[in-house]
């Protein structure tokens, strides 16, 4: 079993920063991509960013140049770090990571950790 736990959220003025963690563990054999989404009442899942296993980032334009995604495949773990925030970046913030091994991975999420900005 693979279990995916984040960490980090909170409450926060708007302008402020919070910083994000996320640890894949259990039985892993690899991890292909790992990246952020979030949800809010009312709007879809939508993917805030991700980076594959060699580094690659790719970000929703909302928060680019706000918000930077990093990796450290040592320890399964993926960040956030979330700069400048607005109201709208008031979520449940989720991390995936694609477990698996030979081109064949699958995803598992976390429970999710909630950021509130407070304008």
């Known amino acids: 079993q693979v279990q995916v736990t984040e960490s980090g959220g909170g409450l926060v003025q708007t302008g402020g920063s919070l910083r994000l963690s996320c640890v894949a563990s259990g039985s892993i054999p690899g991890i292909n991509d790992m990246g952020w989404y979030r949800e809010s009442p009312g709007k879809e899942r939508e993917m805030v960013a991700t980076i594959t296993s060699h580094g690659r980032t790719d970000y929703d334009d909302s928060v680019k140049g706000r918000f930077t995604i990093s990796r450290d495949n040592a320890k399964n773990a993926v960040y956030l770090q979330m700069n400048l925030l607005k109201p709208e970046d008031t979520a449940v913030y989720l991390c995936?990571?694609?477990?698996?091994?030979?081109?064949?991975?699958?995803?598992?999420w976390g429970q999710g950790t909630q950021v509130t900005v407070s304008s």
């Open positions: 995936n990571a694609e477990v698996g091994r030979g081109g064949l991975y699958y995803d598992h």
